[in-house]
């Protein structure tokens, strides 16, 4: 049976073995329960998109289509090139680290039998969070590495431990989290107290202000739009759906530029289009949209995609250049493409790149970006 940690010093002890894991390893599976609530659905995002943030690698595993309601959560993943998948198999082979969110008890979580083997599997670290602590909870993470405790939901729990991944980082709240991270912490928080209505003790009703105070905040610094009422907890829900649609909308206006060659399907945004997408959706939703949108042309090519912009006025002066490979081509290591064309101001990893250059070195960037394509079709026939 899971039982309340019994001091401050245990519980602070368990956070520090969490974080260590977090920043130590670089491949997650998340992992929640058998038809999943919004608490649930709503820590599995919370968490992945953490772990994007650090550039780790998270794939939500559920084990068919959500309800509704949750969709456009799940959706906010897509956009932040985050891999879920509905029932299906998924890639074990890198993974490092389970994470279990907001599941009782080791029969109720959702997986597959590639994952029950891979539980069995001592090597693999097992991460656990969870509020859960009735009579007939067991425990399903390893010990030392199960934050499990009386909270108001599991994000409650997700939040505490976001926070003190903050300050051991030296980074301050605001900065550290973005406006999707905040949403979807307090959506768990919010659906699992019945809209606030048993947010019983004082520490709950504390973290539900804070990441209430943290989203008004990056709602009004990082959105050109404004600042928004989220003074009732009713209006949670809306504002994720409307910033859901919000990604949706500069996804599809990105993609509808896609242009074809005969390896790469690439997307070249130029200055007043930049301009104008910065305008509408801001930095955080143009930086991961083109990722995503990336992604997208990579694997429709089966070979490379590339979105190309020019970075908002307020953050550089320079144009990204965002070269994703489709996971059908693994012939060819990114990183090296990078070295042969002597682009020094950019990195990655194999699969995916980014690079800048000075927007005064490039007087027609229509003319560069078809150049540029055209060198790395040389270097991949070659």
Do not use: W
Request: aromatic share 8%; net charge neutral.
């Amino acid at each position: 049976m899971k039982t309340e940690l019994k001091t401050i010093a245990e519980k602070k002890r368990l956070v520090g073995n969490i974080i260590d894991v977090i920043q130590k390893n670089d491949f997650f599976l998340l992992l929640g329960h058998k038809d999943p609530d919004t608490d649930c659905v709503a820590a599995l995002v919370a968490f992945a998109l953490l772990l994007s943030k650090l550039q780790k690698e998270a794939t939500i595993y559920v084990s068919g289509p959500v309800q509704e309601q949750f969709n456009y959560l799940l959706a906010i993943c897509k956009y932040n090139n985050i891999a879920v998948s509905y029932g299906k198999e998924v890639n074990l082979q890198n993974i490092s680290t389970m994470v279990i969110l907001d599941t009782p008890k080791p029969d109720m979580i959702a997986m597959n039998e590639s994952m029950v083997r891979l539980m069995e599997d001592p090597s693999i670290r097992k991460i656990e969070i969870d509020h859960h602590l009735q009579l007939d909870t067991q425990y399903a993470g390893d010990p030392g590495y199960c934050l499990v405790s009386e909270a108001s939901s599991t994000c409650e729990l997700l939040g505490y431990l976001a926070l003190k991944l903050a300050k051991k980082m030296e980074i301050k709240a605001d900065d550290f989290f973005t406006r999707n991270i905040a949403l979807a912490i307090l959506t768990g928080v919010v659906g699992d107290s019945q809209m606030g209505k048993y947010l019983k003790t004082s520490r709950e009703r504390r973290y539900y202000q804070i990441f209430t105070g943290i989203f008004d905040r990056l709602l009004f610094e990082k959105t050109i739009k404004g600042r928004g009422n989220i003074s009732s907890m009713e209006a949670i829900f809306d504002v994720i759906q409307r910033f859901s649609v919000q990604e949706k909308k500069c996804y599809d206006g990105i993609m509808a530029l896609k242009r074809k060659s005969k390896l790469v399907y690439y997307v070249c945004l130029d200055k007043g289009l930049s301009e104008e997408m910065f305008g509408l959706y801001g930095a955080e939703l143009m930086v991961n949209i083109s990722k995503a949108a990336a992604d997208t042309m990579a694997e429709e090519s089966g070979k490379l995609g590339m979105v190309v912009y020019y970075d908002d006025e307020a953050l550089s002066d320079f144009i990204q250049f965002r070269l994703r490979r489709s996971a059908q081509f693994p012939t060819i290591d990114l990183r090296g493409v990078l070295s042969v064309l002597d682009i020094r101001n950019g990195g990655g990893h194999p699969g995916a790149v980014g690079f800048r250059v000075k927007k005064a070195a490039v007087p027609d960037l229509a003319a560069y970006t078809e150049a540029l394509i055209a060198r790395i079709e040389e270097l991949v026939n070659h």
